[in-house]
């Protein structure tokens, strides 16, 4: 089984600042790591996804996330935020096989402050 | 094109009746997934299907709890005699066959149990 962790619930950040949302997960076996965004009553829409190979993946909208074996991490990251990218964001695992059930970690709430 | 469809988009109903909820895929995405957010648990898988084989519905809470997939598209979840527990945002997701295919998601349908 797996467990995902979102170390902070809520995270507040002045426009054009940096941000860093941070995801830790558990399991026994290999898996692959995935970031949603869900804005307000709206579904979930991928940012970025971990397979395999280059452990810095670049995703939409200026995010890039950093796989980290070692510490079991794939923290979410972004050089300058804009008012638009208030929202939940979500680090998800799935197993390499069998059903893709994705397992979601609490959310980050990120609130940008002009 | 055409993303994830959920209907209704909006639901309330009293405790004790049954509750159907629609799930359109994406044309073409053979697998299909059902979710529930909620204040309490967060995010959390539900029930899976994949053409024809028969559908991990290892994620269902209860026997209340049932969902059928005609002609390997549309999808409905049903609810029956409605718990104040129910309550909850209920996510459709569908991908394309393999283990490492995002899941695109409808807008969900936010149901309320009075």
């Known amino acids: 089984a797996q467990s995902v962790t979102q170390l902070d619930s809520q995270v507040p950040v002045f426009e054009e600042a940096p941000v860093e949302l941070r995801c830790n997960y558990s399991s026994s076996v290999s898996v692959y790591l995935f970031w949603y965004v869900q804005y307000p009553n709206q579904g979930l829409q991928l940012l970025l996804k971990?397979?395999?190979?280059?452990?810095l993946v670049k995703g939409i909208n200026g995010f890039e996330a950093e796989f980290n074996k070692s510490q079991t991490s794939f923290h979410l990251r972004k050089p300058s935020v804009h008012i638009s990218d208030t929202a939940e964001y979500f680090c998800?695992?799935?197993?390499?096989?069998?059903?893709?059930?994705?397992?979601f970690g609490q959310g980050t709430r990120l609130t940008i402050n002009p | 094109g055409a993303g994830v469809s959920q209907s209704p988009s909006n639901k309330v109903t009293e405790k004790g009746k049954d509750v159907e909820l629609r799930c359109d895929p994406i044309?073409?995405?053979?697998?299909l997934y059902w979710y529930r957010q909620s204040l309490g648990q967060g995010l959390e898988f539900l029930i899976y299907f994949q053409g024809n084989s028969a559908p991990d519905k290892s994620g269902l809470p209860s026997d209340r709890f049932s969902a059928e997939r005609t002609g390997g598209s549309v999808s409905t979840l049903t609810i029956q005699r409605t718990q104040q527990e129910d309550s909850a945002v209920y996510l459709c997701?569908?991908?394309?066959?393999?283990?490492?295919?995002?899941?695109?998601f409808g807008d969900g349908t936010r149901l309320s149990i009075l």
């Open positions: 971990y397979l395999s190979g280059s452990t």
């Open positions: 997701a569908s991908s394309l066959v393999a283990s490492n295919q995002p899941q695109h």
């Open positions: 044309s073409g995405h053979t697998a």
């Open positions: 998800a695992v799935s197993d390499l096989k069998g059903a893709q059930k994705l397992v």
